[in-house]
């Protein structure tokens, strides 16, 4: 039997043995080159500790909120599309998983389950993330059922107004056999048999013409709160905030999209200085390790999110390697807190850390 995986990469090779081919380069792969993706990881690797120590750590406690609810850990379950193709539990597992680990779910509107399936299966906080269809209606009506099902926030994806190429896609052929079930397409004409390509799908449904303005559309359909996630740059954050934004995700969706945007970690402080806490500021791209979310946090986000860890684990062990991935970080993050003499989430710093800007 294969050993325990000791870290969440190691779960990686297991998803890698899971899947087909096809599914696995999917989840794994970025765009084009894949400059970004490397360096989503690359580049908290040359963020380094300015540990401080004779501080009291013998209790650590991780726990924080998000958007006013209390959470473990400064860590949520990033929306990643069709888990089902990871999983035949699919969103319900990873869900279920949340709930057990008390972070944030935030499920995807390409998931395979419906909102009110996961929202049904445990007592996860979740928050539901949408695109925006050129058939308003159709995502207007999710909203609606995602708010009625007791979701707690709206996830406004913004670097999507068409697919990245993903070349691994390209030639496996990448064909997503539930297409046609999405929830979102129920009452779509959208959906051929050519639509199942994710890419062509994509690019014939979203509104490429989605603006700022459009954040005041959504605001008009739900009382949810509204994070945008897919910002890179101070303009954008000082927009998201003007539109009425509760929270923005620093992402560059997981180096999926635009090949040679920077690494998110990396622009993170430029959008926290901007946006001088008027709404928290989130960030994802590249966390694997518990030095990793604390890095981020130093560098001013109030969380983390964690995309493909999470699927690697509920493809390679369902339901228990979700939960897995998530207490390995939390008990990474906790040691990292004590080796740094910082006995809470309160307690880290820009001090903490040393950026390579700053080394130059
Ligand atoms: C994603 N991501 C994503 N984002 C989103 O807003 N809606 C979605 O449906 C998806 N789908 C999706 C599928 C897969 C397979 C991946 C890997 C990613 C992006 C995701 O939310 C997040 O931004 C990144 O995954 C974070 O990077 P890491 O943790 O995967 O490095």
């Known amino acids: ?58 209790k650590i406690s991780l726990s924080t909120t998000i958007l006013g609810y209390n959470v473990s850990a400064p860590i949520m379950i990033a929306p990643t599309a069709m888990h089902k193709l990871a999983h ?45 269809y050129k058939r308003r209606d159709i995502t207007a009506q999710l909203v609606q059922r995602a708010e009625r099902s007791g979701y707690k926030a709206i996830v406004l994806t913004v670097d999507v107004p068409r697919l990245g190429k993903r070349e691994a896609d390209i030639k496996n052929r990448m064909i997503a056999p539930q297409l046609k079930n999405f929830e979102g397409l129920l009452s779509t004409q959208v959906v051929s048999d050519e639509g199942s390509n994710v890419k ?27 994070l945008v996630k897919g910002v890179l740059t101070h303009e954008d954050a000082i927009k998201a ?30 959008v926290v200085h901007a946006v001088k806490g008027k709404v928290p500021v989130f960030v994802d791209g590249g966390v694997r390790r518990g030095t990793d979310v604390f890095k981020a946090l130093a560098l001013g986000a109030q969380a983390v999110l964690i995309g493909r860890p999470v699927v690697y684990g509920l493809a390679a062990k369902g339901e228990t390697g979700v939960r897995r991935v998530a207490e390995m970080l939390k008990d990474e993050l906790e040691l990292t807190m004590a080796l740094s003499g910082c006995p809470t989430i309160r307690d880290i710093t820009r001090g903490h850390v040393i950026t390579d800007r700053e080394r130059l």
Not at 17 to 32: N, R, S, T, V, W
Not at 241 to 270: C, F, K, M, W
Request: charged share 20%; aromatic share 10%; hydrophobic share 45%.
């Open 1 to 58: 039997m294969a050993e325990e995986p000791v870290n969440v990469n190691e779960y990686q090779e297991l998803a890698r043995q899971a899947l087909p081919k096809m599914y696995y380069d999917f989840y794994a792969g970025g765009a084009e080159d894949q400059y970004t993706l490397k360096e989503n990881v690359e580049a908290f690797r040359r963020i380094t500790f300015r540990p401080r120590v004779l501080i009291d750590v013998s």
């Open 88 to 132: 035949p539990e699919g969103e319900v597992a990873t869900a279920r998983a949340a709930a057990a680990c008390n972070v944030i779910m935030i499920l995807s509107y390409m998931s395979m389950c419906t909102v009110e399936e996961v929202a049904s299966s445990c007592d996860a906080i979740r928050f539901f993330q949408i695109y925006v």
């Open 200 to 226: 062509a799908f994509a690019d014939s449904t979203f509104d490429a013409s989605l603006t700022w303005k459009d954040v005041g559309w959504l605001r008009s359909i739900t009382k949810l709160p509204i």
């Open 241 to 270: 905030v003007e539109a009425g934004a509760a929270g923005i995700v620093v992402s560059n969706h997981g180096a999926r999209q635009l090949d040679y945007s920077p690494a998110t970690i990396s622009v993170l402080e430029e």
